[in-house]
């Protein structure tokens, strides 16, 4: 028991001390590769493979984030709230931006899953990879997917689109603030909305808005899904 509590101490320890570092590295060179979300996951992969910490073991410390997950659900609904008049004022480029992007996402997986034959669990974990995690995991365990191949494809999208997106929106000539901050938020996610909020208010609360509207959207679109894959 003694040495069960000291694993489970270790592995919140660095998992915390992978984190800060991480942050305190982006907060310094701001470069969108050093995201704390991928710098402090490969940070970690490699501590619990220098100390051979077992899956299990973590697994097991993995249980307290994955309530803070769940809370973090909850917590999509305080952008909503706060940008709720902002909302009904722009309701209508809100939806046809969200919606079309989250609409696109879903097709682009359903084409790539024809293309190369892809099984149906693995469609199953890729289907929501263009939302938020917490609701990612959510549709993905619903459809049957594989909660790790859901992670790892939602973390990549968003990297990537944290990475390519602002310079694509440029060469494209988009200067429109709420349109910048759609695109990134519907294809980032919380990254893309954190993006956009430094461009300006504007561009952040509709990434913010478009974080939270493209995974509701998809919630809604759950009871269907199974059906159209």
Request: net charge positive; aromatic share 8%.
């Given at each position: 028991?003694?040495?069960?509590?000291?694993?489970?101490?270790?592995?919140?320890?660095?998992?915390l001390a992978c984190y800060f570092f991480s942050f305190k590295l982006y907060r310094k060179y701001k470069?969108?590769?050093?995201?704390?979300?991928?710098?402090?996951?490969a940070l970690l992969i490699f501590f619990l493979l220098i100390f051979h910490i077992h899956e299990?073991?973590?697994q097991q410390?993995?249980?307290?984030f994955n309530q803070l997950l769940q809370l973090?659900?909850?917590?999509?609904?305080?952008?909503?709230y706060k940008q709720w008049s902002f909302l009904k004022k722009n309701y209508k480029k809100i939806f046809a931006g969200v919606i079309s992007g989250t609409?696109?996402?879903?097709?682009?997986?359903?084409g790539m899953a024809q293309l190369f034959q892809l099984k149906q669990q693995l469609l199953?974990?890729?289907?929501?990879?263009?939302v938020t995690l917490p609701i990612a995991l959510t549709i993905s365990n619903d459809l049957g997917g594989i909660t790790s191949t859901t992670i790892f494809f939602v973390i990549f999208s968003a990297l990537i689109s944290l990475m390519i997106g602002p310079k694509l929106l440029n060469q494209l000539g988009i200067k429109s603030?709420?349109?910048?901050?759609?695109?990134?938020?519907?294809?980032?996610?919380?990254?893309?909305?954190?993006?956009s909020l430094v461009w300006g208010e504007e561009e952040g609360a509709m990434g913010s808005i478009a974080m939270t509207t493209s995974a509701l959207f998809l919630s809604v679109l759950m009871p269907i899904l199974p059906y159209i894959f």
């Open positions: 028991m003694i040495l069960f509590m000291i694993n489970i101490f270790f592995c919140l320890a660095i998992t470069k969108a590769w050093l995201n704390p979300l991928y710098t402090a996951s299990d073991t973590y410390v993995s249980v307290v973090a659900v909850v917590s999509l609904a305080v952008p909503l609409v696109l996402g879903v097709i682009a997986v359903l199953a974990s890729l289907i929501p990879r263009s603030k709420s349109a910048k901050g759609l695109a990134m938020g519907t294809s980032a996610q919380m990254l893309g909305a954190n993006r």
